[in-house]
């Protein structure tokens, strides 16, 4: 974004930037030496999955060329050694000249480990591990949910290690007013000599704190719960208790801020900055634990504590603001998905909800600027094309969950993403873009509709800009001397990382395209202590990790010297442009403890590339956490998760070259090594001199339903190929098949086929052109 995303948060502090900060070198920003080369290495400390490229680097204070290293096991075993390259990647900054990569090659049995440098530099890394999917990713996913569980606002709050207790209560007898007027250029301040109560009480209790501090947004919100639920889907079983359970919670407060019998949104509850003639102060104002709120009896204090104003989204029955109806809509759906198996009741209830909330969508003339939180700068959102398909696609999946018709909910998504294709692509996924989830989950909706024709946009045109945004990432990437994908002299660097992790587990399910895995890997090394700081984003993992977050529960209850509890899990914003520290960070605003103690900053020394990181409590340009940005983490985590998961049991495959199936015409078994059995069968479709078919003869389940089938195939043309699939001699279903860059080399594309109990036979065809050689089918084994 070309402008932070907290603005207001840096008008309400910003009287306390008036001392610039004394950078205090400690052990882990030490400078060059002046008699010897000084090296540091920046490895991923959560760890790699072992089959992936593992990649370390090594940052000198001057050139060195005869450097080598050695992998240890948790033993004190050396299990792999070689030599850094003589080639630096280029220069970071003055005090570190010179990066070098060190591919970890061969590194693959799971375990824990360290990476020693010696010879012309001597290093020691952290620890890191090798491990499977759900030991690295389930672990972000899980801790990720424990952040979500410390913002619990209102009489359900979990303790936890911070000791939270219930705030808040006040909110469940609130009353709306008016949204007030601010200052001009981005301020919060309120011109307003009061505020002009409208109605109410209404009961807006509960809910996620937005971020560090406690004001709640139904925009953050709903965003947050989506990614949520959907990585509690895309995890099915596999995903943590904690993980449904949180959704649910956030879905039920987005429940509560959708007065269906009005018809009226709720924008949020709190104020961040108090009025220019100072008669009352915001939430941003005060330094404070949020159970102390309810008993605070300041008549200034009265917006910010004890009775927080409700602010609505439309006038009742009114328009909605399109990106607020859009993903407030998703979020509602994806719950019916979620539940429609357990709870249909619940399901269809949360499904009713999104319906009536679409409808309210001002598609027609949406205000300029969109209606995000008050005042708009907080979150200055400027598309919303892709949350009115986000929505539409999760209604159309969960109407066909619950049996419902799900043609007007494809058409609308249809029609929105091509009107973002049209106006609004130039993002990836984050708060701000919601395209990619929208995408995948129009293309499932399409698929399990029988591909019907006629929509305004195709899965082709779907799965390409999926790919355009993991491209955009990756040309990125490829230029970086960490290969970050992020932008990291902006805002938000982190939730564009972990959405980055997200569309390409997103594009790779859509179309089977494995070539961007090392690019999905690099992302994660960057955001886990693959960085010039050499730190992890996200609180509690690896060993280094922000202590200093800008969040009042984790200041006043947890650490404040590196010792004490932390708010596992928290994401925080993570680098931004060095220009916006110009002013210093300040000093402390009233009741904030010092962290970490006598303000030191180890991490300016690696301050480089127009960017720079502070982990201290009065940093929120890089320190302060939010909901948006852990719920990144964790749908950018499962996603990868399930998409790097082995074979679930119960899974059945089935070769294309087995002798049971059917080959017809020009159809052929072909020698392929990298393909399941060392085979592929190729020459189908229209093909030179003829047409050749597949038959799989023995695709057998034990009970009927629309069960995701994966195919894997081999694609070496530059463009997409199709495959008509017949199921039983019954209506033919057109798929794309992406390239895979050789006919040698695999891919996986998942379809929604509806099988009947017992044996079935699946016909694999075109009859207008040639189809993608087939390798073979994975089945799971129940439907879903």
């Not at 953050?220 to 904690?242: C, F, H, K, N």
């Not at 359970?245 to 956030?250: I, K, N």
Request: proline share 5%; hydrophobic share 40%.
């Amino acid at each position: 974004m070309a402008m932070p995303t907290r603005p207001a948060r840096r008008t309400a502090l910003g009287a306390l930037l008036a001392a610039a900060l004394t950078a205090t070198p400690l052990t882990l920003a030490a400078g060059p030496a002046h008699a010897a080369t000084t090296g540091l290495i920046r490895v991923d400390q959560a760890g790699f999955l072992p089959g992936e490229t593992k990649q370390a680097y090594l940052m000198t204070s001057a050139a060195v060329s005869s450097a080598n290293w050695s992998v240890v096991d948790a033993a004190g075993a050396t299990v792999k050694t070689g030599t850094v390259g003589a080639t630096s990647l280029g220069s970071w900054n003055t005090a570190y000249p010179a990066v070098y990569p060190i591919a970890l090659t061969g590194l693959t049995v799971p375990g824990t480990y360290h990476l020693v440098v010696g010879g012309g530099v001597s290093a020691t890394s952290p620890t890191f591990k090798v491990a499977d999917p759900a030991a690295l990713y389930g672990k972000f996913v899980a801790d990720g949910v424990t952040f979500f569980q410390t913002q619990r606002d209102g009489s359900d709050t979990v303790a936890g290690p911070l000791g939270r207790k219930p705030a808040h209560l006040n909110d469940a007898s609130a009353n709306i007013y008016a949204v007030p007027s601010f200052q001009s250029g981005g301020s919060d301040v309120i011109t307003n000599g009061d505020l002009s109560k409208i109605g109410g009480p209404v009961n807006v209790g509960g809910g996620w704190f937005d971020a560090g501090d406690y004001l709640k947004f139904t925009h953050t919100a709903a965003y947050a719960d989506a990614v949520l639920l959907a990585a509690q889907r895309a995890l099915g079983s596999a995903a943590p208790a904690t993980l449904g359970a949180e959704a649910q919670f956030g879905a039920a407060w987005l429940n509560r801020m959708w007065d269906q019998s009005s018809r009226t949104l709720y924008l949020q509850v709190g104020i961040g900055s108090g009025n220019a003639s100072g008669s009352f102060v915001g939430d941003h104002d005060l330094w404070r634990l949020p159970e102390k709120d309810d008993a605070d009896t300041s008549t200034a204090d009265r917006y910010a504590a004890a009775h927080r104003p409700v602010f609505r989204a439309n006038t009742p029955g009114g328009q909605v603001s399109p990106n607020l109806a859009g993903r407030v809509s998703a979020a509602f759906a994806l719950a019916a998905q979620v539940n429609a198996a357990a709870n249909p009741a619940q399901a269809q209830a949360y499904y009713q909800a999104a319906t009536s909330l679409y409808a309210l969508a001002n598609t027609s003339a949406p205000s300029n600027p969109l209606t995000t939180a008050a005042p708009n700068d907080y979150y200055p959102e400027s598309t919303w094309r892709d949350d009115m398909e986000f929505g539409g696609a999760e209604l159309a999946l969960a109407a066909q969950q619950l049996g419902q018709n799900a043609t007007p909910w494809l058409t609308a998504a249809a029609t929105w993403a091509k009107g973002y294709l049209a106006n609004d692509k130039g993002d990836t996924f984050n708060l701000y873009d919601t395209s990619a989830l929208a995408h995948a989950d129009l293309i499932r909706a399409i698929a399990a509709a029988g591909n019907p024709g006629g929509l305004a946009v195709g899965t082709a045109d779907l799965v390409a800009d999926l790919k355009r945004q993991t491209k955009a990432g990756a040309d990125r990437a490829a230029a970086d001397l960490f290969h970050a994908g992020g932008t990291y002299t902006d805002f938000d660097v982190d939730s564009h990382s972990f959405g980055l992790l997200a569309t390409e587990a997103l594009y790779k399910q859509a179309s089977g395209d494995t070539s961007f895995d090392n690019f999905a890997t690099q992302q994660r090394n960057w955001l886990f202590g693959a960085n010039p700081w050499g730190t992890s984003f996200m609180v509690g993992e690896g060993t280094t990790y922000p202590h200093c977050i800008q969040h009042q529960v984790a200041n006043l209850n947890g650490s404040t010297d590196g010792t004490g509890a932390v708010p596992i899990g928290a994401v925080v914003n993570g680098p931004n442009a060095s220009s916006i520290f110009k002013g210093g960070l300040g000093s402390y605003q009233s009741g904030m403890k010092a962290c970490p103690p006598g303000g030191a900053d180890p991490y300016n020394a690696f301050t480089g590339h127009s960017s720079r990181y502070v982990d201290d409590v009065r940093s929120w340009q890089t320190s302060e956490p939010a909901i948006d940005m852990t719920g990144s983490a964790v749908i950018g985590a499962a996603l990868q998760q399930a998409v790097n998961a082995p074979a679930a049991a119960g899974d059945t495959g089935y070769e294309a070259e087995d002798a049971a199936n059917t080959l017809t015409g020009r159809a052929a078994v072909i020698a392929c090594p990298a393909c399941s059995g060392g085979s592929r069968v190729g020459y189908l479709g229209a093909v030179t001199a003829g047409t050749g078919t597949l038959t799989f003869t023995g695709v057998t389940v034990a009970t009927a339903g629309t069960y995701r089938v994966q195919l894997a195939y081999t694609n070496g043309s530059a463009g997409a190929r199709s495959a008509e699939l017949s199921v039983n001699g019954g209506p033919v279903q057109s798929v794309a098949f992406a390239p895979t860059g050789a006919f040698t080399t695999p891919g996986t594309v998942t379809v929604a086929l509806a099988l009947a109990a017992g044996r079935n036979t699946l016909t694999v065809a075109n009859p207008s052109g040639a189809a993608p050689d087939l390798d073979r089918l994975v089945v799971p084994g129940t439907p879903g």
